[in-house]
């Protein structure tokens, strides 16, 4: 009879655990304990227990002090999910070839809710110990590939996600100001790419570009990374003629049709 209590109990609170976990959406990525305990019509003790538990998992993660979001342990669970699929196995050749062209890391990231969630990665031989791994959701105000899609959204939804996750300092480099970083977001968009002055990793340095879907919205982007500051120095105008390149090649494979070809791309 203990036996049988204890697998029921064990059951409902799975259940409880699902059910948390499906709370969180692209749309909401964010929830406060009282939020999701409302939700589920479960006492914050028990909501708390849970969350606990899902965050010991790595599912679940606290950030911004009281807020609760999807962990990185979730990127095993969502493999299957079939735009990150999509864009990852589409874009897994030419994110090797770029590797190979450039001598350095190249990093594949997906825009996921306010963050970017790395998908995919080939990690050059001369690159050090990495932050990044595939699995990890960023901010985008500090990030070679969030800079990229921010700058290649429309300005108000760029603005949006920035006001809604903040602009919190990770290294000595990283702009905090909105209307900086609004005007680099412009002289991005121009150009057609991103850097990354070591304001996600001291030591790193990147140059992103933007990749869009059929519809012609941006959705994911590449960054070439490594611990050369020559990256978005002198190598910058070769760097990201590869880059550009090899993202128009993947938007193409993803159904975008450009109206006109970026600068780089052009022969």
Same mark, same amino acid.
């Given at each position: 009879?203990?036996?049988?209590?204890?697998?029921?109990?064990?059951?409902?609170s799975l259940a409880k655990a699902v059910r948390m976990l499906k709370l969180f959406s692209a749309q909401e990525p964010r929830l406060s304990l009282g939020e999701i305990s409302k939700r589920l019509e479960?006492?914050?003790?028990?909501?708390?227990?849970?969350?606990?538990?899902?965050?010991?998992?790595?599912?679940?993660?606290?950030?911004?002090?009281?807020?609760?979001?999807?962990?990185? =342990?979730?990127?095993?669970?969502?493999?299957?999910?079939?735009?990150?699929?999509?864009?990852?196995?589409?874009?897994?050749?030419?994110?090797?070839?770029?590797?190979?062209?450039?001598?350095?890391?190249?990093?594949?990231?997906?825009?996921?809710?306010?963050?970017?969630?790395?998908?995919?990665?080939?990690?050059?031989?001369?690159?050090?110990?990495?932050?990044?791994?595939?699995?990890?959701?960023?901010?985008?105000?500090?990030?070679?590939?969030?800079?990229?899609?921010?700058?290649?959204?429309?300005?108000?939804?760029?603005?949006?996600?920035?006001?809604?996750?903040?602009?919190?300092?990770?290294?000595?480099?990283?702009?905090?100001?909105?209307?900086?970083?609004?005007?680099?977001?412009?002289?991005?968009?121009?150009?057609?790419?991103?850097?990354?002055?070591?304001?996600?990793?001291? =030591?790193?340095?990147?140059?992103?570009?933007?990749?869009?879907?059929?519809? =012609?919205?941006?959705?994911?982007?590449?960054?070439?990374?490594?611990?050369?500051?020559?990256?978005?120095?002198?190598?910058?105008?070769?760097?990201?003629?590869?880059?550009?390149?090899?993202?128009?090649?993947?938007?193409?494979?993803? =159904?975008?049709?450009?109206?006109?070809?970026?600068?780089?791309?052009?022969?």
């Amino acid at each position: 009879m203990t036996t049988r209590k204890t697998k029921l109990s064990t059951n409902k609170s799975l259940a409880k655990a699902v059910r948390m976990l499906k709370l969180f959406s692209a749309q909401e990525p964010r929830l406060s304990l009282g939020e999701i305990s409302k939700r589920l019509e479960m006492p914050k003790s028990t909501t708390h227990t849970i969350l606990r538990s899902l965050i010991a998992e790595g599912l679940i993660e606290k950030i911004d002090g009281e807020a609760y979001a999807l962990g990185t =342990g979730a990127l095993a669970l969502t493999q299957s999910v079939r735009v990150n699929v999509e864009v990852r196995d589409r874009a897994a050749p030419h994110v090797r070839a770029l590797a190979d062209n450039a001598g350095e890391s190249v990093y594949l990231a997906y825009l996921d809710g306010d963050r970017v969630l790395y998908i995919y990665a080939v990690e050059s031989s001369r690159r050090l110990v990495a932050r990044t791994a595939v699995g990890d959701r960023m901010p985008m105000h500090c990030t070679g590939v969030g800079k990229a899609i921010l700058a290649h959204m429309p300005p108000q939804n760029a603005r949006d996600i920035l006001e809604r996750s903040g602009m919190p300092r990770v290294t000595a480099n990283t702009i905090t100001d909105l209307a900086e970083l609004t005007d680099q977001l412009k002289i991005i968009h121009e150009r057609g790419y991103s850097l990354d002055d070591q304001e996600n990793e001291i =030591g790193n340095f990147c140059v992103g570009a933007p990749i869009y879907d059929t519809s =012609g919205r941006v959705v994911a982007a590449c960054s070439v990374s490594g611990t050369d500051p020559e990256i978005i120095r002198s190598r910058t105008p070769d760097i990201s003629k590869l880059l550009v390149s090899a993202c128009l090649d993947i938007s193409r494979n993803l =159904g975008y049709v450009p109206s006109s070809l970026p600068k780089y791309s052009q022969t």
